[in-house]
């Protein structure tokens, strides 16, 4: 067993300003009645999720919004002057000190896009759906699923983003740079529907469907589902990027503006990816470099040695281009949101969720000839996971101070394998298709890992607002996190090693503070200070067990 060391940060924030719409500049932002919308999600954010109004944009959060510092929200408005289909990933770039590339222009390619916050890469954020933690947004996301497969973005009514890292109460333990919240739409109150198209350049096209049932009786009982197909081809070399989702939402209002929720989504998505470029590949060969697909016979001869074309000179040659690489994920996510106001000061949100992804990805391999004495032969790794968790929160007003506790615990169990499959010699058969999954019998089973973990978090934290420009927060939480398992199969030839890893990690530590100060001074203007220490677990990733982490000490100024 290992006891992995906790990392502490250190944030300071300037002045902070709206952004895109000056009309909201110098008005307070004023937090909604719970008896809007989304109380149920409270478990991951006890205050009322925020609602810009129509002119505004993205706005920064008044501090008595939330109980973890101010956020900035990109509100329905802002997503809408987005092409239908972009990721969420891809809108959140609008914000300041978000970066997001991606080699296709929606951002839904998961192998070829990668989001940077405040200088923290995207798996060590903190990411929730309606409360329902995430996980590391890995390409394989061992505990969790990827947020362009989770929902529509058609679906999202607004996202919070936090300034500061490791808000105790949200549900994460990649929590160390930040936490991105994101906030599905209610159903209707009136029945009735939408339809939209968009058509693009590469044959893209994509079609969303939505039904809102509108209020079915007194009670105010009310569900919507919508599904979307999306289809088009790479802007370079050959393939296609499909995706389809299934979005569901049943409400079902209670008393003393309590509610009960229940959700289920379904993603289907398999996609060509694009080849990984290095800066000298650009330079040297173009933008255009891509994978050799459809044209087999050419990258069975540049496995033999045999290169054409403009990266016939080229050094290593061989790394270059591969015949083919292709993503295939189906996912499935489904869970209760319940909200309850006990009192008029006392309030209790809770979610109970599952859910199970699998996942693979290929890449033709020159590296590996096949039995049959092809030079190349197709690698498949297969990665998995099922996982069931629950988060509940209490939340207490008393006077100037809001005091906030609750606990989150989850199960996950997480497969990943990697095969070996045979291509054909060269005009004797059909290439291994990825899209298709006829991958017949592997000839070669490289390794297999299996994990299961166990997580345990509990947070308690008071927000003081001592004048109604300035508030402080003090809180902690504690955090258990306990992974076994190891080797399930392993080619002792393939890798020169005679065993793989087995054993177990723990991440442990009972107290894990956050303080933060936030005064507005200035309309337009805020000084924001920022101090948590946070935990990360040790990472998952097929052969590598660990993923070492250090202490890290920043400082921001104006955002």
Not at 180 to 209: E, H, L, W
Not at 302 to 312: P, R
Not at 426 to 437: D, H, I, K, R, T
Not at 504 to 527: D, I, K, V, Y
């Amino acid at each position: 067993m290992m006891i992995r060391p906790c990392l502490l940060t250190v944030l300071m924030a300037g002045s902070a300003l709206s952004a895109l719409s000056a009309a909201a500049w110098g008005r307070p932002v004023v937090p909604p009645s719970h008896g809007g919308r989304h109380p149920a999600h409270v478990a991951a954010r006890p205050a009322a999720p925020y609602r810009a109004s129509s002119d505004e944009a993205i706005a920064v959060m008044g501090t008595h919004a939330v109980s973890h510092g101010a956020v900035q929200a990109m509100s329905r408005g802002v997503m809408e002057q987005f092409v239908q289909g972009t990721s969420p990933m891809k809108m959140l770039s609008r914000l300041p000190g978000i970066n997001f590339v991606s080699n296709d222009p929606l951002g839904v390619d998961t192998w070829g896009s990668s989001l940077y916050m405040r200088g923290f890469m995207q798996q060590q954020l903190g990411v929730t759906l309606d409360g329902v933690p995430l996980g590391a947004q890995d390409y394989y996301t061992y505990n969790g699923q990827s947020i362009n497969f989770a929902i529509l973005s058609d679906n999202i009514d607004h996202m919070d983003i936090s300034q500061g890292g490791g808000a105790v109460d949200v549900p994460a333990t990649t929590n160390l740079g930040g936490a991105i919240q994101i906030y599905s739409a209610d159903p209707s109150d009136r029945m009735g529907g939408k339809v939209a198209q968009m058509f693009g350049s590469n044959k893209a096209f994509r079609t969303y469907v939505r039904f809102d049932s509108g209020k079915l009786n007194r009670s105010g009982t009310k569900f919507t589902v919508s599904y979307a197909r999306s289809d088009g081809q790479k802007w370079k070399g050959a393939g296609s990027q499909f995706d389809q989702q299934v979005n569901a939402k049943i409400v079902q209002p209670l008393a003393a503006e309590s509610r009960i929720t229940a959700f289920f989504n379904w993603n289907d998505a398999t996609q060509f990816n694009y080849a990984d470029q290095s800066l000298d590949m650009l330079r040297t060969l173009g933008h255009r470099n891509d994978y050799y697909y459809p044209d087999y016979t050419r990258a069975y001869l540049a496995a033999k040695g045999q290169f054409s074309g403009e990266i016939a000179n080229y050094p290593d040659a061989l790394d270059v281009s591969y015949y083919d690489g292709v993503t295939h994920a189906s996912d499935y996510l489904g869970g209760l949101n319940l909200h309850l106001t006990l009192t008029d000061r006392l309030e209790w949100n809770s979610v109970v969720y599952g859910q199970a992804e699998n996942h693979w990805g290929t890449w033709t391999s020159p590296y590996t000839p096949s039995p049959n004495g092809a030079p190349l032969s197709e690698q498949l790794i297969v990665a998995g996971n099922q996982r069931f968790g629950l988060t509940s929160a209490l939340r207490y007003s008393l006077g100037h101070h809001t005091i906030e506790g609750g606990v989150w615990y989850e199960n996950n169990r997480y497969d990943i394998d990697e095969f070996q499959y045979a291509e054909p010699l060269l005009g004797q058969g059909v290439p291994v298709s990825g899209v298709l999954g006829n991958f017949g019998t592997p000839f070669q089973h490289n390794w297999g890992m299996g994990y299961s973990t166990n997580t345990f978090q509990f947070h308690l934290q008071d927000s003081y607002r001592v004048l109604p420009n300035l508030t402080l927060r003090a809180g902690f939480k504690s955090l258990l996190v306990t992974t076994a398992g190891g080797e399930t199969a392993n080619d002792a030839a393939y890798n020169g090693q005679d065993n793989l890893p087995n054993g177990s990690l723990t991440t442990a530590n009972g107290f894990l503070p956050h303080f933060n100060a936030e005064w507005r001074f200035l309309p337009n203007h805020e000084l924001y200070f920022d101090i948590p220490r946070t935990c990360g677990p040790t990472a998952m990733a097929g052969i590598s067990w660990a993923r070492p982490g250090a202490c890290r000490t920043r400082r921001r100024s104006t955002s």
